[in-house]
């Protein structure tokens, strides 16, 4: 629990994005100047959230997701088009993402879900695989780039990170497969 002056910290299992995604992301952002965007190196693909607390919180949650990921291979992902969320779960709307298609990712969101309690909401049968690209502003110049085709980018996933959410950084990696 926290105490005054010690807030919780929010810890994730995120796919690590190739610069092609992240241009890409920031790119399709500028198109939306009156969303609040992702900047470079913020962009994010959320495997699994894991939960919460202090520092040895954080220590016994990499123990478990590190052992739930014993056997994982690499996979392959795709950025496919430019979608949004009308009605964001949380914080502002619309929500324009590029959405991603990872049959692995897929699986192993489901994997980690039997470790770690799914969110509700936002995980487990309503985990939507994506990256977003910026939230709010003007839903007619959202609605106006999801019209948009992209070039689909495609990568293996040869690593996965464990995140701060509340830092915006990455703590630690581990490479697959595991």
């Not at 470079?40 to 990499?62: I, Q, W």
């Not at 502002?92 to 699986?107: D, F, K, T």
Request: charged fraction near 25%.
């Amino acid at each position: 629990m926290p105490t005054a002056g010690n807030s919780l910290t929010v810890y994730s299992l995120n796919v690590p994005l190739p610069s092609a995604v992240t241009s890409l992301a920031a790119d399709l952002a500028a198109e939306l100047p009156l969303a609040e965007a992702r900047g470079r190196g913020e962009h994010t693909l959320v495997a699994k959230r894991l939960g919460g607390g202090d520092h040895a919180a954080y220590a016994r949650l990499e123990g478990r997701a590190r052992d739930s990921l014993r056997g994982q291979p690499a996979f392959e992902a795709k950025v496919t088009g430019v979608e949004q969320f009308e009605t964001a779960a949380t914080g502002p709307s619309p929500v324009v993402y590029l959405a991603v298609e990872s049959p692995g990712l897929l699986a192993l969101h489901e994997r980690l879900c039997e470790r770690f309690d799914p969110v509700e909401g936002l995980e487990g049968e309503d985990y939507v695989p994506h990256v977003t690209v910026a939230r709010g502003g003007d839903a007619d110049a959202a609605r106006r780039l999801v019209e948009r085709a992209i070039e689909p980018r495609r990568w293996t996933v040869d690593a996965l990170a464990f995140f701060d959410a509340d830092r915006g950084q990455e703590v630690s990696r581990v490479s697959l497969p595991a």
